[in-house]
Structure formats: C-alpha cells, structure tokens
C-alpha cells in the first residue's frame, strides 16, 4: 500500500494567534506539521500535503479531494467559519469512499456532525491529566503494534456521554485521573467511506509527537485508505431490468 | 402507553396536485389522513394532530413539536421545499428524545439525510410489483403481531444499495418480482431519539389502509415514544469535579 | 408489567463454605437472598424464587424455567460443576425468550460462555477500589433513574481485553482507581431471548445492596422480560410455499 | 498477502455414498476439491491442504490448525458425528486469530453454533430456483469484484428467520423464485478471530465451480487471514498493577 495520498487538514488558528503560547514550543511546525511529519517517518512512499482553514477554499479544493485517499481533520476555535459548500464537498468525497480521521476537538467540526447526524458533544476538563487507551478490540488493525494501555502523560479530560451513533467499531475506550471514561477510538462506515475518529491531541500537550499515537494514526490511514476504488458517485438508480 | 401525542406529517404535493389521479379514491382525506386513521383506530387514546408543507412553519413551530411523541414523515416531491429552520427544529426535538417515524420516499427528505449523514439513495421501478416484507427480528416489539411474510400485493419496487449507515437494529427485508431484496424495515438510535424507517407505502397504492401495515406503523410508534422522558438539551458539560 | 417471574440462581458455594468469613455479615441470606429482596422492593408485584447449585438439577427443572420470565445468574467458584444437561436446557429457554441476567463473576458461567461462544475472559484485581460506572446509552431503559456516575466505593476490579462478541447494546463503561476500564453493562439478543451482563457484585463487597445498583437490575428485569410472548421453538421448517 | 496456508474441510459423505448421484459429475473431486481448486487459481501463492471427516482427528489435529490462516468447513449430514474434541480445538484456534469460512448447510455445524450460540436454524426448501446474491455493504473487501446482482442460476432455497445473532456485518442479502430472503454473506468477530458465512453452494448444484463465487470466497479468505499475528492465547490476566 505504498504511495498513499493524504491530506492533513488543520484549522491553524492557535498557530495564528501563538495562543496558548506553550504551542510555540510544543508544534513550532504547526499540529499540521507534526501530524505531516509524523505520518512521514512511518509511511515513507506517501505524499502528504498540508491545508488551513486560510487557504483559499480552505485548502480543500475539488482536485485536492480527488487527489486524495486519506484526510485528517484537526479544528477547534474556527468550526463555525468553516465554509458549508466545502463541507458539503468532503462529504461527498467521504460518501464516495476517501478516508477520514477526526482528531481530537475536531469531533464538534461540522464535517463530523455532518456524517453523524448528532451533537457530538462530550464532558471535557482541560488540567492536565494522564489519559490511559485500552484497547477493546485486539483484532482489529488499527491497534496493530499499539501498548495497550497506550499512556498519555498529560492530556485533556474527555468525558462521556459522547453523543454519537453507536459507533460501527469500538476500538478504544480512555480513563483519565478524574475517574472519567471516553470511548477514544471509533470508527464508522459512512457510504463507501471509512471514518477513524480519534480523542487524544490537544494544543496544549506534544501527544502528536508520541511515537504510539503516531502508529495509531497511521494504523487509521492505513485502514481508511481504499486507493484502488473509483470514487464512487451516490447510487441513485433508476431499475431498468427484472432479475426473474 | 395511553395518551401518546403524534404528529403526522405530510409534504402534501400529491393531494394539491391531485397527481396521480387515482390518488384521490385511494386517500380521499390524504396521504395523512389515512395515517392518522390508522392511528386512532389502533391507539385509541393517542392525540393525533397532522401538519402539511404547505402550512405556516410547515406545521411543525416549537410548540407542536414540544407537545409530540412521535412524528411521522411523509415526503417526496418537494423536499427541497422544506425549509433549514425547521429542520434544525426537528432534528434537535429527535436528538432531544422524540421519536421518528420516516416512510417510504421519506428516505429522501432532509431530516433523514441529516440525522443519518448518507445519501440515503436506493434502486427503484414503479411496476405495481408484489412485496413480501420478512422479519429478521423476531424479538423487536415493532414486529410483534405481524404476519412473516407481511404481503402487499401491489407497491413500488425499492432496492438495495440502500445507502445509510448499518442501521442499529435491522427489522424486516422485503423482496420484490423482479428478485430486488431491501432493507425495509431499520431502527436507529440518535442522541436520546429512536428512528424507525419503514418502506412500503406509496401514493399510488393504498398501502396504509392494509391492516397489518397499520400494525407495525403502531408499533413502530409505541416503540419510538419516550413519554415520560423529558426532552433532553444537548449535554456539553465542563467537567468541574473529580470522582477520585 | 406485574406480576413478573423471576428465578434468582446461585451457586452457593461462598456461602456454604462462609468464605469469605465477611460473607456471612454481608449477604446473612446469601447473594441469591439479597437479589431477591432488591427485587421484591423494587418489583412488589413479581414473584421471586431462588435456586441453588446443590438443588436437584440445581433448582431448575423445565417447570421452573417454563415458569420463569427472566432468570439471574451469579456463580464464581463452581462453573464447571453445572451440569451440561442445565446449560443446555437454560440456553434452550433463552434462545426461546426467557431474559438472562448474568452477573459479576458469572462472565465464566458455561451459560454466558455458551450464549456468547467466546472465552469471556477478562483482567482482575482484588483490591477494593472505587468503581465508577457510566452510561454510555443515555437513552437505554436499563438507565432510567441511574445516576451518571453510579459510585461503588469498594469493588473487585474489572479491566479490558473483555472477550466477548461486540454487544448489541453497549450501556455502562466503568473505570476504577488502578486506571482500568471495562464494559460493565452489556447487552445482547440470541434467538428470541435477551440478555444483559452487569459487572458490580461481588462476594467482598455488599453491592446488590446499594439502591442504585438494585434499580439498575431491575431495570435490565423489565427489559429482558417478554411476559406476553409464548416460549418460542426453534424454526426449523421446510418451506411447503412459495410467495410468488 | 502471499503464501496463505489454507484448509478446506469437508464432511464427505455425499462422497462417500454417491448420493445424490448427480454429486459424482458436478464434484468429481468431492466438494472440497472444487473449493481447493477455485483457491489455487485465485490465490496462486496459497498453500491449500484439505481434510475429512473420515481422517485421524478429522483431519484437524493441532499441528495443522497451527499452521493454518483460514479453515473452510462444509458439512451437511454428518454434523453429529464431528468430535467434540475437534471443536473444542478448532474454537480455540478461530477465539486466537485463525480465520473460519463457513459454507451452505454448514450453517448447522457444531463449530458455527459453538461460536454464535444460537440454534443457527433458517427455512429450506430444495427446487432448484435461481438465487440472486445482493450486496449490502459495496465498501467491504468481500464485496470488490463481485457482480451486483451474483446470479447463481440453480440453488437450494434458504430463508428467513436465520437464528443467528446480529452479525457484525451484513455483507450480502438474496433472494429466491419463491420471494424468499436470507442474509447469504455476514462476518462476525469473535476472539481474535474473523468468521465468514456464506451460504451459496451445495451438493446438487455447481455453484463452487462459478467464478463469481470462487471470487467471493477468496475475498473472503483474503479478509479473514491474519498471517502475521501470532496465534494469541486467551487473555485471562490477573492485574499486577496500578496506572494511576
């Protein structure tokens, strides 16, 4: 599966604004960057390409998406202006079969409302806290080579109730200090698509330098990518023939 | 169970345009007036109120929907027509805990694609085809009393791909003569809400006076309905204590 | 829904051997004695038996499960000295509707082994930590009335890898003080039959005591129990028809 | 995924007792030499190994289920005869990571209930009828290749209800001559293993010699082969320690 195409998509807007100032520090490259790099070291024949909310189109244009076999999406402060007609588009690749990875805060992104059909809301507490990933479905690829417990050392506390779909694979379930529990690693089938969403990352903590979560997410893209498949246009088909 | 409030809904275009003609003998009070005779014969203490397109909000202002159980939906010329705003309102009250009802070329409309994330497309042939709806379910109450095959001698032909997601429970499978098969019978849970798509029915055939099609639309309703569960806001919480 | 009839099976050996020696002060009627009286309470209108491993067929002959709307299950020392003959005529009465609580430490039992076809293993620890359970399934019967999170202040601890099937309905998550999580409520369909796993109760500590835990059973009673439903046979047929 | 090692099982007794005698043409080389041969064509690298009932250990001792990726198993009249021995092994080994292709009138195999719990019981009837095969999830690797309809011109009716549980996957629904459906392709995960039914194929007819389904089955060979993860031990653990 050499040569994947993928997409790292970051909002941008705590790179722009140096704010928490500790970002400067831990991604001086961005989320993007380190999400970029990472991804890199571990998948060497990909191409991996960058895009921020500023860019025209937000990055996201239809040559980029056609171009595409895995997006990953990072957001947090900027999802409200993150334009419908390029949402309406991801969605429609997704649907068609391309790949891709929620991040973090990237739950409340309207592309994963938008494939999900809830609020996606959660409890969170940000203070630092270890988050400990079990694994809850050692078959599955996307743990492959993962410790189980992976350890964060400091993370943001996510809480359930996490308000989506059942997911169609849970694959991990986080505890954090506080006694909390967060289902942090689900995935969903969605049309010809493949979605991983993925709790832990935060602005504040290098958890996208870790070497384990960067082999979880490039399980993720590895499982997500479909390169050989057309992408699929909606079915929608008028039935011109009796089978008997 | 008694005193459960419903609400049916109806795009209407149909009855306005009387198209096709034999509509008007076969739902001389409409598409919704047949629905909701159903319902009042089998759920004789229900409320039950209908609401048209065509009406101011569509019918649906906050208030009905604050007062509904269940809603029933019925659309498949104008749902484009349907405005965002009420959308919004109706996926909220579902998330919130209302019950849903979608049928037939209802699969089309904005509040399924919105609450689902898919396109919800299908195969389809208007050919006055036989369908023969299977349960696969035995133990789902919205199967209880319904005769296996349920047989409608005459209905539109619906076919899989059916493009939504892997529905939380699946109910019935239809086959049709020409040997298409469809998933035509689906729940789905989102957020606090309980959705049940059920295809048979359509304006051409008179579908909804068939006694046992009455039945499982009952059942489908006492299943979804969550009466004495107040409708629930969104949970997006801080996280402000710590349980150890 | 009264009137329900409820089986609580145990195993007894804890009890018949007073060990642990804190036991006796715990459970002075023994863990199927404190079950039934939660039950009781909770259920005035049910009626509650107890059987016990050293019964004749350990208290479950076919009148007493063709008797019995949902049966509870607790056994931890003593699995492999059911008889086969029993499993095989409780999974016969599950498979045909009867609802099975299984609890605790009967993730071992040859019955939920039996229904599941998995291992069914799990971590442990002894320690007396706090358990945390969280709903994961806000909308779920099984949780009305359920604190979010329900608190044990001292608990055998559970953790993942839980081998079973994915379940049907995912409900609780638990964490514990060591960090560990575990899916602590669980649900599944088989046949005609449902059933519901739910991890706290243990012979150390005075669980099935706690109010909250007690709605929590009696809940998942309600929800297993299919009083109007005959016992259904298996289908096995040769079809003598054809539909079309 | 080059050198699969794989194992056809075979009951034999069609072949053994010439019945029907149409067997002796359509399967020359017994049912499991169709399936070994439409293996090695597709999956030149495989190494194919097949094995009986009437052989020492049925064929199944460890040292061949150890160094076996996936099992193929056809059985129709001879179920009781298969040694509970030889379950209890080959269970163990699917629970640790062997993939198991389930086929036709296998789905009443000790093996396949052992693993779902069911009375895995469905509707029959044997009149030669056209099966048309329809694909449910276009997204699954099963799926890639396969017409949309598969049309298996003569075959065994099967029907609904199949008393198994919910399957993981709903791959492929048919349809029969006489309007009956049957979900013919589901996968369940169990353990560390992956399970295919597929229920296509019979002593009457020469389905295993169709392209099509030869393509099927080695979709889902591919699928169920983990052959680079060691074959994993239950995990019942005994926690020696604390993460918090």
């Known amino acids: 599966m050499s040569g994947l195409r993928i997409t790292v998509w970051n909002e941008g807007m705590h790179e722009a604004e140096q704010d928490p100032p500790v970002m400067a520090e831990i991604y001086p490259d961005g989320i993007h960057g380190a999400l970029a790099e990472g991804i890199r070291q571990e998948l060497p024949d990909a191409s991996v390409r960058t895009a921020l909310l500023a860019d025209p189109e937000h990055g996201l244009p239809e040559e980029v998406l056609a171009d595409t076999d895995v997006l990953l999406w990072w957001g947090h402060r900027a999802h409200g202006q993150v334009d419908e007609a390029v949402v309406d588009r991801v969605q429609r690749h997704v649907l068609g079969g391309m790949g891709l990875l929620v991040l973090h805060s990237g739950h409340f992104s309207k592309i994963f409302q938008r494939l999900l059909g809830t609020t996606c809301s959660l409890g969170w507490r940000d ?118």
Do not use: C, K, M
Not at 143 to 160: C, F
Not at 163 to 190: H, K, M, N, Y
């Open 127 to 244: 203070a630092a806290e270890q988050e400990l990933v079990w694994t809850v479905a050692p078959h599955h690829p996307i743990t492959e080579g993962v410790p189980n417990p992976l350890v964060i050392p400091e993370q943001e506390t996510y809480s359930e109730f996490f308000d989506i779909p059942a997911p169609d694979e849970l694959i991990f379930i986080s505890s954090f200090d506080g006694g909390e529990v967060f289902r942090s690693g689900v995935t969903f089938f969605r049309g010809h698509g493949r979605i991983f969403y993925f709790s832990p990352g935060d602005q504040r903590y290098p958890v996208y330098h870790q070497p384990e979560v960067r082999r979880v997410l490039t399980n993720g893209i590895r499982w997500a990518a479909q390169p050989d498949q057309p992408r699929a246009a909606p079915d929608v088909a008028n039935l011109d023939r009796h089978w008997r």
